[in-house]
């Protein structure tokens, strides 16, 4: 079965940074992508980042420049380095894969999400 295990979420303050991390198992894929969404409470799910197959790489307005998406050599972790922290970057970040499509919306295989906190 495919699952997706989160971790290196925490507190830190503005301008901080984060490196999380996804363990992935049971997922192979040709096309569609795998990737990060966040959800704070009052606010709609985001897509964050999300990576292709081949390695191309997409991040939303909100985080580019200061999150960078990436895999390691044996592409079963997947990573989400985040710097330059904001207060507004607080949520329950979660990895996200989907077989089929890289559109972010509602992907097919979800982790339990991680929780990052920046205070200012």
């Known amino acids: 079965q495919v699952q997706l295990v989160e971790s290196g979420g925490g507190s830190v303050q503005a301008g901080g940074s984060l490196r999380l991390s996804c363990a992935v198992s049971g997922f192979t894929y040709s096309s569609g992508c795998m990737g990060w969404f966040r959800k704070a409470p009052g606010r709609e799910r985001e897509g964050v980042a999300s990576m292709n197959t081949k390695g191309t790489t997409r991040h939303a307005d909100s985080v580019r420049g200061r999150f960078t998406i990436s895999q390691d050599n044996a592409k079963n972790t997947l990573l989400l380095q985040m710097n330059s922290l904001k207060p507004e970057d607080t949520a329950k970040y979660y990895c996200?894969?989907?077989?089929?499509?890289?559109?972010?919306?509602?992907?097919?295989?979800w982790g339990q999400g991680t929780q990052v906190t920046v205070s200012s």
């Open positions: 996200a894969a989907d077989p089929y499509s890289c559109a972010f919306g509602s992907w097919l295989y």
